[in-house]
């Protein structure tokens, strides 16, 4: 019989109660103390502490736990989260919908940088290195962001840019780059086939919010897995989730 935390809504309750039970306690509490108060297994309430701990919400030092300093940003203002703070939630609901590896990236000059990245459960995946910077004209979200620039900033790029080939299928021209961020700005998608990876298709959309160019979210899938079923239903969810962080 599978243990009653295996339930979403149970999951959520114990959550929150650990949460609640925690700072209420007003010190560092063992994690004995908090399967012994809330019973609830401690299989189950190993799992729930990590969860927390990877999230901020507790701090761990040693056996003992505290509130964690993810609490004090939920009570902040709006303009106090960061934008990786803003863009996680979702990048994480992306991953989740679609079990492809998902991303937000933030232009760097003529680059691309992941600020926030979640990857593929899968075996078969695509790992975005945080902190590495790749060529505009190599990512989905590079060709994204390229294609939410002003005409005139976009020349100023091609004439700038040394545009190298990943791959055989690289977009390097600057004709056949025009033509491709063309056809972008008229869908709102941006696709690479294989252009940097061989063997990953990838798929983003900008975000621009009162005219500033925020960056854009991309999903990475393996070929083997993308058809276009699979890339109609990415491409949507990337627009629904452009409209979230656009609306909030």
Known sequence: MA???SSPVKS??????????????????????IAAALVIPV???????NTLIDRGYLARAGRRYTAGPG???????????????????????LRVQLNETASFFVRVGWEVEALVTETSE???????????????????AGKAILAALPQAEFETYLSESERRA???????????????????RQTGIARTREEHTPGIQG????????????????????SVRFDAEVEHHAAELLKRTVALLEAA
């Open 3 to 5: 243990d009653a935390a």
């Open 12 to 33: 959520a309750t114990r959550t929150l109660d650990i949460i609640e039970y925690v700072v209420a306690r007003d010190r560092p509490v063992v994690a004995q103390e």
């Open 43 to 49: 299989s189950s309430l190993s799992y729930l502490l």
């Open 71 to 93: 609490l004090a940003r939920l009570q902040a203002r709006a303009h106090g989260f960061s934008l990786a703070e803003r863009v996680a939630p979702l990048v994480r609901s």
């Open 122 to 140: 899968h075996a078969l995946r695509y790992a975005v290195q945080m902190g590495t910077r790749t060529p505009l004209h190599g990512f989905a």
């Open 166 to 184: 990943f791959s055989p299928a690289t977009i390097t021209d600057a004709d056949a780059l025009r033509a491709e961020i063309a056809a972008i």
């Open 203 to 222: 798929i983003g959309c900008a975000v621009s919010i009162d005219g500033e160019l925020l960056g854009a979210f991309s999903v990475a899938i393996p």
